[in-house]
């Protein structure tokens, strides 16, 4: 199979393309989000990274193709776009539903044999087994508009672009759909490192929430806790940056150690 090591494909997105990477940063967008909520990575980690930002159907240059409506099938095709890339040392982070489709595409690339992520790291998001009971897709389009205020993850400009509205609520609703409707078996684990990211006042998670990664993982686990809401990695980039930066580290050591016997 043909590597896509330095392609813009419909799927994956560099906003930096580095031809010397001997790592990669595969980045999940959360529910309604897009690969450029990723683009500050991009500067970040570039040159030594490469910086992949997915792209999810159904939103801006894809709005016109139909979203996919459940996590598991979303995680599938994932899943192919990534054992396409070259055997680089890869971290995986997600944030909130991405978080869930990180951590379903390192395990099907372990049950198919493929490269592995050297860690995956969860953010804003409860650990995968945990359940509530929400029905946010259910709700009309101001019912989902509050909800988004609430977590303030939205482009404040967005609100007042009725167009701009109109064109992103399909995809937002759907991906609250497919992430209300998932559910994960208890014993699922992954052979990767997980590191977990959470806010204080994260509605979506408590902190037992974030703290449950851990049984879903035979490697190590961590967590750490940022002031702030369901988006503490905006007011806390330089911080999260850090936690990327120490998993790439990482990775790129025990590649080398690996190489080296």
Not at 51 to 76: K, M, N
Not at 183 to 207: F, N, Q, Y
Not at 242 to 250: R, S, T
């Amino acid at each position: 199979m043909n590597t896509k090591d330095d392609v813009t494909t419909a799927w994956i997105r560099r906003y930096r393309p580095s031809a010397t990477s001997t790592t990669r940063l595969v980045c999940f967008p959360h529910a309604g989000g897009s690969a450029s909520f990723f683009h500050p990575l991009a500067p970040r980690f570039s040159p030594d990274t490469d910086v992949v930002s997915l792209q999810y159907p159904g939103r801006q240059d894809r709005r016109h193709e139909p979203c996919v409506e459940d996590i598991e099938t979303l995680a599938d095709l994932l899943t192919d776009e990534i054992a396409a890339l070259s055997g680089k040392p890869t971290v995986f982070f997600g944030h909130s539903m991405g978080a869930v489709l990180a951590f379903e595409t390192a395990y099907r690339l372990e049950q198919r044999g493929a490269r592995t992520p050297h860690a995956v790291i969860a953010s804003g998001r409860r650990g995968p087994a945990t359940r509530r009971d929400e029905e946010v897709h259910k709700r009309d389009d101001n019912g989902i508009i509050s909800e988004l205020r609430e977590l303030n993850g939205t482009d404040t400009a967005v609100f007042g672009d009725e167009e701009l509205l109109r064109m992103a609520m399909p995809a937002i609703r759907n991906d609250y759909r497919a992430i209300e409707a998932y559910a994960c078996d208890p014993d699922r684990r992954v052979s990767s490192p997980i590191v977990a990211l959470t806010g204080t006042e994260d509605p979506k998670t408590t902190l037992e929430e974030a703290n449950a990664w851990k049984q879903h993982t035979d490697g190590g686990f961590r967590l750490r806790e940022f002031p702030g809401g369901h988006f503490f990695l905006t007011d806390h980039q330089t911080e999260v940056n850090l936690e990327i930066e120490a998993e790439l580290a990482a990775a790129r050591t025990r590649s080398e150690e690996a190489r080296h016997g």
